[in-house]
């Protein structure tokens, strides 16, 4: 079995300040695939090649990720879509308009990204990491600024189909989605921009994180962090007992202070705190393209302030430093 979208991330990468990724990433992606046979892998390659070929008349990026109006296609191919979208449920992050069809998910992740973009450097020519991504959302929005490349590393298999049943309708060369972990990067150095949103309260090592990240920024680039906070000074950091909001595998909420610390000590420079934001119901609630739980489930129903364990309810910061 073999397929494309690897070999076109080499080739992008084969003459750029990445070039140095290419004495581990094939080795490492041909292991990934040859695990995948086993699983659903087929299935999903199946059902990919099942999305039929539209003509987008447009490709919106700055406010929405908007592929093709539903003017575009007949009532037959909008159902067909509806249904092959359908099969990649759970739809987490998004939402994305493809042909008129709104795959409402269960974040609206646009919000995050509304509380970030005011606040970064220009993307303008620059090569960018997104550690995390998800179905790459985020990373749809990022193209939109202009960078060189856009790469996304998320172990995830199903944000990795999501992304490219979207990506058929945008087959951006720019725009790359690699199933791999942060602990697979190698210090590459070299990119002028890296995200990460969303991951550190899932690592077991939050410190040893923030050095994978400042490791792949070349010196002066720009680290964007986001993660779930509690309120503290620097000295505050938060470990739940078990799950935190029924999410198992969290380990570490710092207050913003303590978090400011923690860069400063991994050597980043000119950090700052540009926003704190509770999540909110409107936020991440269950819809048609996510059937199952939501924050609401999550929530003390007497007490909206409190998780069901309990703990602080979910505030989510944005902090941006420096290498
Ligand atoms: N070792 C790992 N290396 C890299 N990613 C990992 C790893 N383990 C898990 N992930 C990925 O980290 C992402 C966290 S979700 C944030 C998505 C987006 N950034 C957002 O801001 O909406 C938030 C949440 O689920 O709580 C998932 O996509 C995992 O697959």
Redesign the pocket.
């Known amino acids: 079995m073999s397929f494309p979208w690897f070999k076109d991330f080499y080739q992008q990468i084969a003459h750029s300040p990445l070039s140095h990724w290419l004495e581990v990433l094939p080795a490492q992606l041909a292991l990934w695939q040859s695990a995948q046979l086993h699983g659903d892998f087929a299935k999903w390659l199946k059902l990919l090649s099942l999305f039929p070929q539209t003509s987008v008349s447009n490709i919106e990026l700055q406010d929405k990720v908007e592929f093709g109006f539903a003017s575009d296609i007949d009532e037959h191919t909008s159902k067909q879509l509806v249904g092959l979208f359908k099969q990649f449920m759970p739809w ?2 998004g939402p994305f308009f493809i042909h008129g069809i709104h795959i409402d998910t269960e ?1 609206r ?1 646009d919000w ?1 990204w509304d509380r970030v973009k005011p606040h970064i450097h220009s993307l303008k020519n620059r090569h960018v990491l ?6 790459g ?2 990373m749809w929005r990022m193209l939109a600024e202009d960078p060189k490349l856009v790469v996304g ?4 298999q199903l ?1 990795l189909m999501q992304f490219q049943a979207i990506k058929q309708f945008n087959p951006d060369p720019r725009i790359h989605l690699l199933p ?4 697979q990067l190698p210090e590459l150095q070299a990119f002028d921009t890296v ?5 550190l ?3 077991k090592s939050p410190i040893d994180f923030l050095y994978q990240l400042k490791s792949q920024l070349r010196k002066g680039g720009e680290l964007v962090l ?1 993660t779930l906070v509690v309120e503290g000074d620097e000295q505050t950091v938060f470990m739940p007992e078990d799950r935190y909001a029924q ?1 198992r595998n969290v380990w570490y909420l710092p207050s913003t202070k303590a978090l400011t610390l923690w860069l400063e000590r991994v050597g980043f420079s000119n950090i700052r705190v540009v926003d704190v934001a509770p999540t909110t119901l409107d936020e991440q609630r269950k819809t048609q393209w996510m059937e199952s739980q939501s924050l609401a489930d999550f929530l003390d129903p007497q007490d909206n302030s409190r998780t069901i364990e309990g703990y602080p309810a979910p505030l989510r910061a944005v902090l941006i430093a420096e290498r």
């Open positions: 987490r992050k974040w992740s995050k997104d550690v995390g991504c998800g179905s959302y985020h590393a998320d172990p995830s944000f791999i972990g942060v602990e995200f990460s949103m969303g991951v309260y899932h690592r986001e999410m």
